[in-house]
Antibody, heavy 123, light 107 residues
Framework: EVQLVESGGGLVQPGRSLRLSCAAS????????MHWVRQPPGKGLEWVSG????????VYADSVKGRFTISRDNAKNSLYLQMNGLRADDTALYYC????????????????WGQGTMVTVSS | DIQLTQSPSFLSASVGDRVTITCRAS??????LAWYQQKPGKAPKLLIY???TLQSGVPSRFSGSGSGTEFTLTISSLQPEDFATYCC?????????FGQGTKLEIK
């Protein structure tokens, strides 16, 4: 079964750090680019960051650039998001997502979604 | 950044109805558009990619069309399980943006 399972969310004070993890199973992890997307409570989806299969290409939304760092470990089938300098507007459900890039041709969609991990930034 | 505007934001319809949701991009995105369905408390589910390609396992009553700046998602005959929020996403250029969503409710 294709699966992404996020962990690491929780309640954190403004200015502090948190590290999210995502464990992948059921598919060839290094055939996939990986992304993080977040959804504030009751609101729409916001793309946060993405990383290519070999980590050569890394991109961030302007809203998190300089504060968040995405990384992956293909040997462990895992994706990470290090979040520093957290702010109240970072409060959201964070989804780990896989994008099929088999044979170097990426599908124009996000195929595989985890169930999300909630991050709440509050004093 | 490319902005995506969906219309309508809310839609009330009955089982068996044909419904169409529109997604307009602020600049041309070729066919690099996807549609997702999201139910309360669940992650989004991919329905359509590359504007018109049905994702494996998605019922054929769902279809997508369009290119450039205007796209549509059509559900040919609404089923009870289709009442949900629908969202478009552009993958033409970073940042990959999403539409604000269309909530489809039972009339």
């Amino acid at each position: 079964e294709v699966q992404l399972v996020e962990s690491g969310g929780g309640l954190v004070q403004p200015g502090r750090s948190l590290r999210l993890s995502c464990a992948a199973s059921g598919f060839t992890f290094d055939d996939y680019a990986m992304h993080w997307v977040r959804q504030p409570p009751g609101k729409g989806l916001e793309w946060v960051s993405g990383i290519s299969w070999n980590s050569y290409t890394i991109v961030y939304a302007d809203s998190v650039k300089g504060r968040f760092t995405i990384s992956r470990d293909n040997a462990k089938n895992s994706l990470y998001l290090q979040m520093n300098g957290l702010r109240a507007d970072d409060t959201a459900l964070y989804y780990c997502i896989g994008r099929d890039c088999t044979n170097g041709a990426c599908k124009y969609a996000f195929d595989v979604w985890g169930q999300g991990t909630m991050v709440t930034v509050s004093s | 950044d490319i902005q995506l505007t969906q219309s309508p934001s809310f839609l009330s319809a009955s089982v068996g109805d044909r419904v169409t949701i529109t997604c307009r991009a602020s600049q041309g995105i070729s066919s690099y558009l996807a549609w997702y369905q999201q139910k309360p408390g669940k992650a989004p589910k991919l329905l359509i990619y590359a504007a018109s390609t049905l994702q494996s396992g998605v019922p054929s009553r769902f279809s997508g069309s369009g290119s450039g700046t205007e796209f549509t998602l059509t559900i040919s005959s609404l089923q009870p399980e289709d009442f949900a929020t629908y969202c478009c996403q552009q993958l033409n250029s970073y940042p990959y943006t999403f539409g604000q969503g269309t909530k489809l409710e039972i009339k």
